[in-house]
């Protein structure tokens, strides 16, 4: 069973920038074909999808994030991560990190998300 | 301002059926499977149908899933309090290479 759990500070403060990190268990990051996405709500809103890494390393963003948002993968620790540089209080949002098994599949495991929110 | 277009809510009573709806444009729904998920407050949204009436086991039948052109429905007959969660509907969209999302439904129960 595949399961994710997000890690990283819950307050990061305007123009810094945001880390996450997504331990997974049960599954491989170097996975040919699993897509592993991170994924926003902000409080009360809907869902947005940021982008994701697969097959060892490539990755593909969200073209209204693309400018800031880089996703990487730790193979010795079975990780990924998320980097959002110069954050707003529009970043403030629940992150989930989440796989899916393939392109065009659902999202069929999600960590239970961690609230950022960008504050002085 | 989320790609895919949902209600922001619908609301049926115990035993009802009641549908919701999902509408995009031709490289997300138009080519591509729309997923539905639940969440429950305070939880992480959960897979639950896509538009080809594929659900993951536990999820009851009363929940069926279609999709004609570029908009997609969720069904739910036999409505039970325990639905009662918001419903966000997703997409594949090729000219992205990555997901889309709409603005999700608020189910009530009354």
């Known amino acids: 069973q595949v399961q994710l759990q997000e890690s990283g500070p819950g307050r990061v403060k305007p123009s810094e920038t945001l880390s996450l990190s997504c331990n997974v268990s049960?599954?491989?990051?170097?996975?040919?074909?699993?897509?592993w996405s991170w994924i926003r709500q902000p409080p009360g809103k809907g869902l947005e999808w940021i982008g994701y890494i697969y097959n060892s390393g490539r990755t593909n963003y969200n073209p209204s994030l693309k400018t800031r948002v880089t996703i990487s993968g730790d193979t010795s620790k079975n990780q990924f991560s998320l980097r959002v540089t110069s954050v707003t209080a529009a970043d403030t949002a629940i992150y989930y990190c989440a796989r899916a098994r393939y392109s065009s599949s659902p999202f069929d495991h999600w960590g239970q998300g961690t609230l950022v929110t960008v504050s002085s | 301002q989320s790609v895919l277009t949902q209600p922001p809510s619908a609301s049926g009573t115990p035993g009802q059926r009641v549908t919701m709806s999902c509408s995009g444009s031709?490289?997300?729904?138009?080519?591509?499977?729309v997923d539905w998920y639940q969440q429950l407050p305070g939880t992480a949204p959960k897979f639950f149908i896509d538009s080809a009436n594929r659900r993951p086991s536990g999820v009851p039948d009363r929940f069926s899933g279609s999709k004609s052109g570029t908009s997609a429905s969720l069904a739910i007959s036999g409505l039970q309090s325990e639905d009662e969660a918001d419903y966000f509907c997703?997409?594949?969209?090729?000219?992205?290479?990555?997901?889309?999302f709409g603005g999700g439904t608020k189910l009530t129960v009354l």
């Open positions: 049960g599954g491989s990051v170097i996975s040919g074909s699993d897509y």
């Open positions: 997703a997409a594949w969209d090729d000219s992205l290479n990555g997901w889309v």
């Open positions: 031709y490289p997300n729904i138009g080519k591509n499977t």
